[in-house]
């Protein structure tokens, strides 16, 4: 059972324009959310996370949003770089102290055209 | 030079072989992670360690063992058992006072003759 779906595998923006990665959950217990970035053959790297009782956070380009009664929440980034290209997970988690574990998508590859 | 290390890089295994990953961190950080990445699906969770001598099984714990027998350690040992080694493993660490967010190392690849 998948509880956290992303399912788009990939993603094509042009350079300059608004890239938007979007991320479905079914677990309602689910309360702290994550994106990480993934290059080839390298660890994910922590990008930006929402917690339940914000419906937007913002870093930069990045920015999640979170819409509770939909279990969705998506990443924009904008403007798109070519750096940008890499794999993207969404990640969610239960805060519950001592038995924290992330839940995570399968990933959208998002590519940046020059 | 403060981080998490895998080694080695790649790694490749006879068939009936046990092999070790190895994952260091100097972070500081309590709690660690292994976890499995296979084409075209997520980051599926082997092990974890919430505290020196003492850890849990994942959602995919079958095959594989762990120690913890120091904070700044967290070996991963593929046994003969698991008969789809071949992944890309990855090792994550996390504060206690922010256990959501994970940082992870640069993986290692395990390949089987």
């Known amino acids: 059972d998948q509880q956290v779906k992303q399912n788009s595998p990939s993603l094509s923006v042009q350079e300059g324009r608004i890239s938007i990665l979007n991320c479905d959950y079914t677990?309602?217990?689910?309360?702290?959310f994550l994106w990480y970035k993934k290059y080839p053959a390298e660890g994910p790297t922590f990008l930006i996370s929402i917690s339940s009782i914000k419906d937007k956070n913002e870093d930069g380009r990045f920015t999640v949003f979170l819409n509770k009664s939909a279990k969705h929440l998506s990443l924009h980034i904008v403007p798109s770089q070519p750096g940008d290209s890499a794999v993207y997970f969404c990640?969610?988690?239960?805060?519950?102290?001592?038995?924290?574990?992330?839940?995570f998508g399968t990933g959208t590859r998002l590519t940046i055209i020059p | 030079d403060g981080g998490i290390t895998q080694s080695p890089k790649y790694l490749f295994r006879k068939e009936g072989q046990n092999v070790t990953l190895s994952c260091e961190q100097n972070l500081n950080h309590d709690a660690m992670y292994w976890y499995r990445q296979d084409p075209g699906q997520g980051l599926r969770l082997i092990y974890y360690s919430q505290i020196v001598n003492d850890f849990q099984k994942g959602d995919i714990a079958e095959g594989y063992s762990v120690s913890r027998e120091k904070k700044e350690s967290f070996p991963l040992t593929v046994t003969s058992a698991q008969k789809n080694p071949t992944a890309f493993y990855l090792c994550?660490?996390?504060?206690?006072?922010?256990?959501?967010?994970?940082?992870f190392g640069p993986g290692t690849r395990l390949l089987v003759l």
């Open positions: 990640a969610a988690s239960k805060s519950n102290f001592g038995n924290e574990k992330l839940t």
């Open positions: 677990n309602s217990m689910f309360d702290y």
């Open positions: 994550a660490t996390s504060t206690r006072s922010t256990q959501e967010t994970q940082y």
